[in-house]
């Protein structure tokens, strides 16, 4: 349990800083252009389909929303971000505790009294 635990957390972090550095946006191109490659193929001939799909000027409209939310995210990271403070002050009383006096433990004193018999020959066996 524990390692399928470590394991999705592990991937839980990968997927929390793909997104946090625009890695949705390139998984939903690649999906963008790979649809347009398939898509063109049944036209044209695959070399052709590959340039006609990445020069920029044969768009689809996935490939627009992309470029819209790519937009409209840096406009919202660029948006001055308007924070309100609130600071309550309150007078808190701090209380120094006098230094108490170190505890001395009693010395310990052996209990017991030593065995006299000598263990048996050959030692006993697990049954």
């Not at 997927?15 to 490659?37: C, K, Y």
């Not at 193929?41 to 819209?68: N, W, Y």
Request: hydrophobic content about 45%.
């Amino acid at each position: 349990m524990a390692i399928v635990l470590r394991k999705f957390s592990r991937i839980l972090v990968i997927l929390a800083l793909l997104a946090s550095v625009g890695g949705h946006w390139a998984l939903l191109q690649s999906v963008a252009w790979t649809r347009m490659i398939i898509e063109r193929t049944h036209e044209e001939s695959f070399a052709a389909a590959v340039q006609t799909t990445l020069d920029g000027e044969h768009p689809c409209e996935m490939c627009k929303r992309i470029t819209e939310g790519k937009q409209q995210e840096q406009q919202e990271e660029k948006a001055p971000v308007k924070v309100k403070l609130d600071l309550v002050c309150e007078l808190r009383l701090i209380a120094i505790a006098p230094p108490s006096k170190p505890f001395i433990f009693p010395p310990a004193r052996a209990g017991g009294t030593p065995r006299a018999e000598r263990p048996p020959v050959p030692p006993p066996r697990l049954a």
